[in-house]
């Protein structure tokens, strides 16, 4: 399907909630698994796969009756954003996991790297031919970026942090042509843990970003966030400190979250030259936007980004929010981004 070529398409970040008779909704709500947390899923192994393809024709059908002009598999198949991919590669031990403590205080598990990272065989090959084979839509996939996986393991194995990263962006970059092999239009990857640790981002991140893109000629994003709503409640900051870096990346695209932060998008001049999906779905608030609220929020983007630049989008991935909500949400993001279109003629 060729990419869409009117102003202002409208598209999503990745995921899209989970039914409730596959996940156990509950359970995840209190987390974001870093290594398998297998229980979460209410469907027997065997029955598995079956049951995650009819979840993902679900969110397909979703997104394409919500209007959006590039959509996902909505992530149907992924206990998290990031632990699908990053658990499949080799030299981790995913058994005995190592403890991370956050900047709050609390001990998540994450795999330990115990040998040399490398993809032995495609992981989300599958889940892009079931996406390019049930859609006439534009199609998008995401994989999580190699510096936020860095940020996610315990090193056990690598001189530092930085000869990991480069190894994660190898494996990425493998997964990466197959997926364009594949027939994905875009390639986006997730990197929310560039602000956890804006010095070594500084040192290595965009060296590993450009290297996990290396051939890929479909456009590519990277995706910046402060966390899950859900999970990262109250008060979000209203900059990135490492958005300026960006600029240097061969990503063409820059996908921020700026509704619920109530983002300066001043800093958008930061990334000239690059096309920015711009978060304008407050995934924190559980109320559905109205079209001209998205309307609004569009419009203040186009005070800093040209209209063939912008890329309306929720803010974050929609995977903890009521499944209804999140429809809604994306029905007012396309006819928000419609009313614009009108305007600018």
């Known amino acids: 399907m060729p990419m869409p070529t009117h102003l202002l398409p409208t598209t999503v970040v990745g995921s899209y909630?989970?039914?409730?008779?596959?996940?156990?909704r509950q359970m995840l709500s209190?987390?974001?698994?870093?290594?398998?947390?297998?229980?979460?899923?209410r469907v027997a192994p065997?029955?598995?796969?079956?049951?995650?393809d009819d979840a993902t024709l679900l969110a397909i059908r979703d997104m394409e009756r919500a209007g959006i002009d590039i959509i996902t598999d909505g992530e149907m198949r992924r206990e998290s954003y990031s632990n699908r991919f990053a658990t499949a590669l080799e030299g981790l031990d995913n058994q005995r996991p190592g403890m991370i403590r956050s900047r709050a205080g609390t001990d998540t598990p994450v795999p330990r790297v115990v040998a040399r990272l490398r993809r032995t065989e495609p992981v989300e090959l599958r889940d892009m031919q079931f996406l390019r084979s049930n859609t006439a839509f534009a199609a998008k996939i995401t994989l999580p970026g190699p510096f936020t996986m860095t940020q996610q393991a315990k090193n056990e194995f690598y001189?530092?942090?930085?000869e990991?990263?480069?190894?994660?962006?190898a494996a990425v970059n493998a997964e990466a042509l197959d997926l364009q092999a594949a027939g994905a239009d875009v390639i986006q990857l997730d990197e929310p843990w560039l602000r956890n640790d804006p010095d070594a981002a500084r040192r290595y991140a965009v060296q590993a970003i450009n290297r996990a893109l290396e051939g890929i000629t479909v456009p590519t994003v990277v995706h910046l966030c402060f966390g899950y709503a859900a999970v990262v409640p109250g008060q979000k900051p209203s900059g990135y400190s490492f958005l300026p870096g960006l600029a240097d990346s061969h990503a063409r695209q820059i996908s921020i979250e700026a509704a619920q932060?109530?983002?300066?998008?001043g800093v958008l001049s930061d990334l000239a030259g690059k096309k920015i999906m711009l978060g304008v779905l407050d995934l924190g608030d559980p109320r559905i936007e109205t079209a001209e609220t998205v309307a609004a929020r569009i419009r203040a983007g186009l005070k800093y980004v040209a209209a063939e630049n912008l890329i309306p989008a929720p803010d974050c991935g929609m995977k903890y929010l009521p499944r209804e909500v999140a429809f809604g949400k994306l029905k007012a993001l396309a006819d928000g981004a419609r009313i614009v279109r009108t305007e600018l003629g």
């Open 159 to 162: 001189k530092d942090d930085e």
């Open 164 to 169: 990991m990263a480069m190894d994660f962006a």
């Open 46 to 52: 065997e029955f598995l796969e079956q049951a995650q």
């Open 17 to 24: 909630p989970q039914p409730d008779w596959l996940i156990n």
């Open 30 to 41: 209190k987390m974001v698994p870093r290594t398998r947390v297998k229980e979460l899923w």
């Open 261 to 265: 932060p109530r983002l300066d998008l």
